[in-house]
């Protein structure tokens, strides 16, 4: 079994998945099974991506990030432990996807010049205003 993520396949053998008991309430289900998933994905030395999507991905600031470029996602929102497992699969994918996605690169601008115009007219809208507040031309 693998994970699909659009064209790239992640096989199972690079995901680490470990079962802990989920925080909150719950009663004695709580205390007694380990029904949250701690989902690690290395993405730095994942065979998997393409080295743009690689990049993207480490470029992002996400706190679930390592400093080696490991993910690490935790899902604990669901009482069973393979609904969790499927919560924080989801999540990986969401993860990558946002990396097979190459932003447009913004093109900069400069204002026109009606633009320009509209701004300096304005300038000097406000110089005479605030030259009329003066004291000297109160006489």
């Known amino acids: ?9 992640i ?5 680490v998945e470990r079962f802990v008991r989920s925080a909150g309430p719950g009663g004695q289900n709580v205390n007694k099974v380990a029904t949250a998933v701690e989902l690690r994905f290395d993405v730095a030395g994942s065979p998997s991506l393409p080295e743009a999507v690689r990049e993207r991905l480490l470029a992002r600031r996400d706190r679930r990030v390592t400093g080696d470029g490991v993910l690490v996602i935790s899902a604990q929102r669901f009482r069973t432990q393979e609904r969790n497992r499927e919560d924080a699969r989801q999540r990986l994918a969401t993860f990558i ?5 190459v932003p447009k690169p913004r093109i900069a601008t400069r204002p026109g010049r009606g633009a320009k115009e509209r701004r300096l007219g304005e300038k ?11 004291p000297q031309n109160w006489e």
């Open 1 to 9: 079994m693998s994970l699909q993520v659009g064209p790239l396949r």
């Open 11 to 15: 096989d199972d053998a690079e995901l």
């Open 97 to 101: 996807e946002a990396g097979l996605h």
């Open 124 to 134: 000097r809208q406000r110089s005479t205003i605030k030259r009329g507040r003066s």
